[in-house]
Structure formats: structure tokens, C-alpha cells
Nanobody, 116 residues
């Protein structure tokens, strides 16, 4: 399974960005896909996750109301719409996929920088 992220960049506080992640490779059954981020000197943390069954979602408290995760099943793609960005959102954002068998895969990451 390969995950390719896109959409990162440099923006100002209050701006919006949309991240996308496309999954490809041999056949796999998705349990969930999501976004994690890692800021300099900090541990990687969950940002948002969407489950295949029912489309339920989880968000970190710090992004609730500002970020929205969505999926395009036909394209095995997820998106993260990030609004009202803050400098503390600056991080490398990683796409993650978990299969029904519990195997997890990660993308290489895309950098989001929010200037004040």
C-alpha cells in the first residue's frame, strides 16, 4: 500500500488549506484512514480519522470546528479541509491507513507552515 499526500504549504494565520491523500497498491480492506501531525520537538499526534464502516470520524480537540476530514471511496482518497489555521498547526502532516487486519501504513508527510 502506498500513500501519497499533497496540499501542504506556507500560509498565514486564518487562512485555509486542503490536504489530500491517495492510497494505492495491492488490494486491501480499509478499516480507517486519517491524518496525524508532528511538530518540531513534539510527538506525533492524531488530527482526524475516518472509519470505513459508517464513515464515523474522530478529531483532536485542538482542531474540532476548524478541520474536516472526508473521503472519496471510489478513489481511495481522503481529504483534510483545514480552516482558520493557527501558527500552532504548523507541523508535518502524515496520512495513515489501517487495514481490517490491523496493519498500518504511512505516507511520507507534507509540511504545513502557518505564519503569524
Amino acid at each position: 500500500v502506498q500513500l501519497v499526500e499533497s496540499g501542504g504549504g506556507l500560509v498565514q494565520a486564518g487562512d485555509s488549506l486542503r490536504l489530500s491523500c491517495a492510497a494505492s497498491g495491492s488490494s486491501f480492506s480499509i478499516n480507517a484512514m486519517g491524518w496525524y501531525r508532528q511538530a518540531p520537538g513534539k510527538q506525533r499526534e492524531l488530527v482526524a480519522r475516518i472509519f470505513e464502516a459508517g464513515g464515523s470520524t474522530n478529531y483532536a480537540d485542538s482542531v474540532k470546528g476548524r478541520f474536516t476530514i472526508s473521503r472519496d471511496n471510489a478513489k481511495s482518497t481522503i481529504n483534510l479541509q483545514m480552516n482558520s489555521l493557527k501558527p500552532e498547526d504548523t507541523a508535518v502532516y502524515y496520512c495513515m491507513l489501517v487495514t481490517m487486519f490491523g496493519m498500518d501504513y504511512w505516507g511520507k508527510g507534507t509540511l504545513v507552515t502557518v505564519s503569524s
